[in-house]
């Protein structure tokens, strides 16, 4: 007896366990955004090359002081003044969607 319930129980868990829908595999088909989507966004392959010896005038050879300033608990400064929001546009794909 106790042994049918273990294997009912057994049945049971693996019956629930593949009857889950909104897995990673089915959920483009409930909510198409999830992949569906294009980001597009200016890029410089040569804005690293450029920067490499303000960089490391600021903060050492290989980020040293920047590793240091870290470890000490001193987030990078000036980093809100880099960013430029205007130029990346995010938009989704698929069909139906709303153009923006």
Known sequence: ???????SLLAA????????????????????????YRVDAP?????GKNA??????KYGARGVNLIADLGNGKGPGGYKENK????????YTYPGAREE
């Open 84 to 91: 430029n929001h205007e130029a990346v546009h995010f938009y």
């Open 52 to 57: 490499r010896m303000a960089y490391e005038q």
């Open 43 to 47: 890029f410089s392959p040569d804005a």
């Open 13 to 36: 868990m693996i019956a629930v366990d593949s009857l889950r829908v909104y897995s990673s595999f089915w959920a483009p088909l409930f909510d198409p955004r999830i992949l569906n």
């Open 1 to 7: 007896m106790l042994l049918w319930r273990l294997v």
